[in-house]
T-cell receptor, first 114, second 113 residues
Framework: DVKVTQSSRYLVKRTGEKVFLECVQDMDHENMFWYRQDPGLGLRLIYFSYDVKMKEKGDIPEGYSVSREKKERFSLILESASTNQTSMYLC?????????????FGPGTRLLVL | QQQVKQSPQSLIVQKGGISIINCAYENTAFDYFPWYQQFPGKGPALLIAIRPDVSEKKEGRFTISFNKSAKQFSLHIMDSQPGDSATYFCAASKGGGADGLTFGKGTHLIIQP
């Protein structure tokens, strides 16, 4: 059974803080993704990675960076958190670049920036 | 630019009825169209998906209808049950999904007993 875990369910940070969101998957998936979910906006892709040390910008990468040092772990970094980054952050992973495989989502991290 | 438009935003259906959610896309390069179901406090989970080489796919009570010429696809939930109450997202991707999914804004479905 695929499992995607995220380091925190809830997080409260101050404006200007550096924030790390961690995601780990246990199914040896090549692809990993970070989305943010906001009411009325659906899910929007921030960054994705199809291999270790590889990263690609999604639709809304501004204000974020990512790191993938190991295949199973994909980190989202907010260099200087701002109030408009208050959101639900969802990590996902999938198998096989180039094939239409299911994306498996973690439970999400609800981030509040004060 | 919203590449996947989903409607309605919310939907109330009586138990046993048919729930219908519609999506339209703009990018003709999209070649994979999944539907995700999300319960409160959980991440989205794949419900059913279709590729553009077929016009319909059915899995149990869930059916996707796909109209390539109109660039539209829809989810039909037959015999809707209270346990189907959730938020549903349509999505689309190109190149096999490795580039990530483009989601609609979601439909909050309530099935009344």
């Amino acid at each position: 059974d695929v499992k995607v875990t995220q380091s925190s369910r809830y997080l409260v940070k101050r404006t200007g803080e550096k924030v790390f969101l961690e995601c780990v998957q246990d199914m040896d998936h090549e692809n990993m993704f970070w989305y943010r979910q906001d009411p009325g906006l659906g899910l929007r892709l921030i960054y994705f990675s199809y291999d270790v040390k590889m990263k690609e910008k999604g639709d809304i990468p501004e204000g974020y960076s990512v790191s993938r040092e190991k295949k199973e772990r994909f980190s989202l970094i907010l260099e200087s958190a701002s109030t408009n980054q208050t959101s639900m952050y969802l990590c996902a992973s999938s198998f096989s670049w180039g094939s239409q495989e299911t994306q498996y989502f973690g439970p999400g991290t609800r981030l509040l920036v004060l | 630019q919203q590449q996947v438009k989903q409607s309605p935003q919310s939907l109330i259906v009586q138990k046993g009825g048919i729930s219908i959610i519609n999506c339209a896309y703009e990018n003709t390069a999209f070649d994979y169209f999944p539907w995700y179901q999300q319960f409160p406090g959980k991440g989205p989970a794949l419900l059913i998906a279709i590729r553009p080489d077929v016009s319909e796919k059915k899995e149990g009570r869930f059916t996707i209808s796909f109209n390539k010429s109109a660039k539209q696809f829809s989810l039909h939930i037959m015999d809707s049950q209270p346990g189907d109450s959730a938020t549903y997202f349509c999505a689309a991707s190109k190149g096999g999904g490795a580039d990530g999914l483009t989601f609609g804004k979601g439909t909050h479905l309530i099935i009344q007993p």
